[in-house]
């Protein structure tokens, strides 16, 4: 299975805080993206980043790539309790057309 | 008001039965997609479509179906073969052109076994 890894699975912080989630995955890439899943719901695209940018920016969230250790991290800054959800990387393998692979995912619990 | 609808939103099935959960997208998108979440897990791909009359198999196919005979619509049956169906399944579509496009989700259909 190609699919990516993200870690930690579970992370726990205080309203205000910053968030970092990582996600690591297996061969070269066109792009990689993440989403949001609140409980019980559709995911929801937040941000994508091709294989040639090393950095972008979106409102409170920023993501970096790092084609050399084949892994990318999500930083939410300031965050409100109204991010917790999950949040899923998916990569588009080269080669793989429209596919996209997703990874296991990270619950972000954010508490006032 | 454009979307992606799925229904229903809870779906039982009995042994033995084949059931068809709906996807709609009225966003003109040419490729659609199946998923199946199991609690805490991500998403793995059951079936998708890059155009009309055409879809392929994802990593987990057995014991699923689908068709796609219009744009707008893309039904999963998950028949009796399928040992293991208490899952929540998600649609999604995409523009297309076979480059990792953004994907669109609709709000999911619970399926439960009896």
């Known amino acids: 299975s190609q699919q990516g890894e993200e870690d930690p699975q579970a992370l726990s912080i205080q309203e205000g805080e910053n968030a970092t989630m990582n996600c690591s995955y297996k061969?070269?890439?066109?792009?990689l993206q993440w989403y949001r899943q609140n409980s019980g719901r559709g995911l929801v695209h937040l941000i994508l980043?091709?294989?040639?940018?090393r950095e972008k920016h979106s409102g409170r969230l920023r993501v970096t790539l790092d084609t050399s250790k084949k892994s990318s991290s999500l930083l939410i800054t300031a965050s409100r309790a109204a991010d917790t959800a999950s949040y899923f990387c998916?990569?588009?393998?080269?080669?793989?057309?429209?596919?996209?692979?997703f990874g296991t995912g990270t619950r972000l619990q954010v508490t006032l | 008001d454009g979307g992606i609808t799925q229904s229903p939103k809870y779906l039982f099935r009995k042994e033995g039965q084949n059931v068809t959960l709906s996807c709609e997208q009225n966003?003109?998108?040419?490729?659609m997609y199946w998923y199946r979440q199991d609690p805490g897990q991500g998403l793995r791909l059951i079936y998708y479509?890059?155009?009309?009359?055409?879809?392929q198999k994802g990593d987990i196919a057995e014991g699923y179906s689908v068709s796609r005979e219009k744009k707008e619509s893309f039904p999963l049956t998950v028949t009796s073969a399928q040992k293991n169906p208490t899952a929540f399944y998600l649609c999604?579509?995409?523009?297309?052109?076979?480059?990792?496009?953004?994907?669109?989700f609709g709000p999911g259909t619970r399926l439960l076994v009896l």
């Open positions: 966003l003109n998108h040419d490729a």
């Open positions: 999604a579509s995409s523009i297309g052109g076979g480059r990792g496009e953004t994907q669109y």
């Open positions: 998916a990569t588009s393998y080269t080669g793989t057309a429209s596919k996209l692979t």
């Open positions: 479509s890059q155009i009309v009359n055409d879809f």
């Open positions: 061969t070269s890439i066109n792009n």
């Open positions: 980043i091709r294989s040639n940018e």
